[in-house]
């Protein structure tokens, strides 16, 4: 059984920063492209980063570009979500999301596993 399990969300104020963690299970996060998105309230849920599964390729939404930095260590087959600079815009729930692509997506169909999500929530 696929579980991914997010960590390390909280209330920051602009401009902290805050990393956080996926942890996956049932799966090895060196063979899937991993995403995360999130989801502000009353909006729809939103890419934000990915790394792909074949050569470490990462992507980013334009308006986390130079903020956040996503990464896996295989070791603890765990990947993260390294937010700088974070501003109010910024909050919402954070999911982490696995996929079978070997190229890096920004499309919530091509993720087949998800974990509950985590709040993230910056005050201005």
């Known amino acids: 059984q696929v579980q991914l399990a997010e960590s390390g969300g909280g209330l920051v104020q602009a401009g902290d920063s805050l990393r956080l963690s996926c942890a996956a299970s049932g799966l090895t996060v060196s063979t899937y492209s991993m995403g995360w998105f999130r989801q502000a309230p009353g909006k729809e849920r939103e890419f934000v980063a990915a790394i792909s599964r074949s050569d470490g390729n990462t992507y980013y939404t334009d308006s986390v570009k130079g903020r956040f930095t996503i990464s896996r260590d295989n070791a603890k087959n765990t990947v993260y979500l390294q937010m700088n600079s974070l501003k109010p815009e910024d909050t919402a729930v954070y999911y982490c999301?696995?996929?079978?692509?070997?190229?890096?997506?920004?499309?919530?169909?091509?993720?087949?596993?998800w974990g509950q999500g985590t709040q993230v929530t910056v005050s201005s």
């Open positions: 999301a696995a996929s079978a692509f070997y190229s890096v997506s920004r499309w919530q169909t091509d993720y087949a596993y």
